[in-house]
Structure formats: C-alpha cells, structure tokens
C-alpha cells in the first residue's frame, strides 16, 4: 500500500487548510485512516483518527478545529483544519490500518505516508 498526502503549506493564525491523503495498490482492506503530527523537538501524535465505519476520534487540541473524513470509494482521508494557530505548526503524516493480502491469508498492517509541512504564521 502506498500512501501519497497533499495539501500542507504555509497559512496565517486563524486561517485553515486541507489534507489529502490517497491510498493505492492491491488486495487491501482499510481499517482506519489517521493524521499524527510531529512538532520539532516533540514525539508524533495522533491529531485525529477514522474507522471504514465511521467513527472518529480527536486529539483534545483540535476538537472543534479539524474535521477528519474519508471517501471509501477513492480510499482518501481529508483533515480540514480551521481556526489554525501557530501551535499547529507541524509536519503531519498520513496513517493507515489495512488489511493485506489474499481473502484466505491477509495480515494486519501499519503504512505511513512521506509527511506534509504545515506552518501557521501569528
């Protein structure tokens, strides 16, 4: 499984932007669709998380900010971000649980995207 992500850049306080990240190969069954962040000199985290049923969750610094979606037919995960500051200010990687495999013999896995810079001005 590859993963390609877009859709970083440079942004004022207050201001917003979108995530693309799309998923492509063959014989995989996505679980769930994630974004970390990881800010220079501290560990990744996860921002916000997505199951292929739905359910999202948070990190408590971006609820009521970011929004995470996907389109399950293009295998694509967003994250709207609103409302940026320049806390914010991070590179974030694009993350997926899938499925691999053959039906009779799949194995959970773990793929990482190559990161997007995104950095909010004050």
């Known amino acids: 499984v590859q993963l390609q992500a877009s859709g970083g850049g440079l942004v004022q306080d207050g201001g917003s932007l979108r995530l693309s990240c799309a998923a492509s190969g063959s014989r995989f069954s996505i679980i769930a669709m994630a974004w970390y962040r990881q800010a220079p000199g501290k560990q990744r985290e996860l921002v916000a998380r997505?199951?292929?049923?739905?359910?999202?969750d948070y990190a408590d610094s971006v609820k009521g900010r970011f929004t995470i979606s996907r389109d399950n037919a293009k295998n694509t995960v967003y994250l709207q971000m609103s409302s940026l500051k320049p806390e914010d200010t991070a590179v974030y990687y694009c993350n997926v649980d899938a499925m691999v495999g053959p039906v009779w013999e799949q194995t959970l896995r773990d793929y990482w995207g190559q990161g997007t810079q995104v950095t909010v001005s004050s």
């Open positions: 997505i199951t292929s049923g739905g359910t999202t």
